[in-house]
């Protein structure tokens, strides 16, 4: 089977530096699957190069920035008091919060990434934001999608429906 609108298609991936050194970013064993055809489960240049392959193809896209974990933003730098956080905080922790000056309530993952006796300072990029990556992969999988799969726009597992 083709890889097609409304097909849900499984892959192993990896994540390579494509700035230089060429260092393995992120690396998966195990298949992930997404539901293809514009519902936002892979990147949209990833999802264009994979349509129409099949089970064993390979797919490379180079993807800037933009078309990745966007352009790295440094007003989602910010410095707090350290009362403000757990009496544990840790260089690497994560927090949900808003940005400051935000009247969205859009909630961001900051990662703790700095720690200091008077303040705490947390990073709310993507760890891989500002970065062009090239993303590698191999189809180890393609089927129709369920009328549920489709009706809630994405995968569910063997097991039934998660969220």
């Known amino acids: 089977m083709k890889i097609e609108k409304n097909s849900v298609v499984s892959l192993?991936?990896?994540?390579?530096?494509?700035?230089?050194?060429?260092?393995?970013l992120e690396k998966v064993e195990d298949p992930i699957s997404y539901l293809h055809g514009g519902y936002d489960?892979?990147?949209?240049?990833v999802e264009?190069?994979?349509?129409?392959?099949?089970?064993?193809?390979?797919?490379?896209?180079?993807?800037?920035?933009?078309?990745a974990f966007g352009e790295y933003e440094h007003e989602l730098v910010e410095v707090e008091a350290r009362s403000a956080f757990p009496a544990d905080v840790a260089?690497?922790?994560?927090?949900?919060?808003a940005p400051e000056e935000?009247?969205?309530?859009?909630?961001?993952?900051?990662?703790?990434?700095?720690?200091?006796?008077?303040?705490?300072?947390?990073?709310g990029n993507h760890p891989l934001a500002g970065k062009t990556v090239t993303f590698n992969c191999t189809?180890?999988?393609?089927?129709?999608a369920s009328?549920?799969?489709l009706e809630h726009g994405h995968v569910h597992d063997e097991g039934g429906h998660l969220h």
Request: hydrophobic share 35%.
């Open 12 to 24: 192993r991936y990896e994540l390579i530096n494509a700035e230089g050194n060429g260092e393995i």
């Open 41 to 45: 489960g892979i990147f949209p240049l």
């Open 48 to 67: 264009e190069a994979l349509h129409g392959k099949r089970i064993g193809d390979t797919c490379s896209v180079t993807l800037q920035p933009d078309d």
């Open 91 to 97: 260089v690497g922790m994560q927090f949900e919060g």
């Open 102 to 123: 935000s009247d969205d309530e859009d909630f961001i993952l900051y990662t703790v990434v700095e720690v200091n006796d008077d303040e705490v300072t947390v990073d």
């Open 139 to 144: 189809v180890t999988g393609v089927r129709q």
């Open 147 to 149: 009328e549920e799969e």
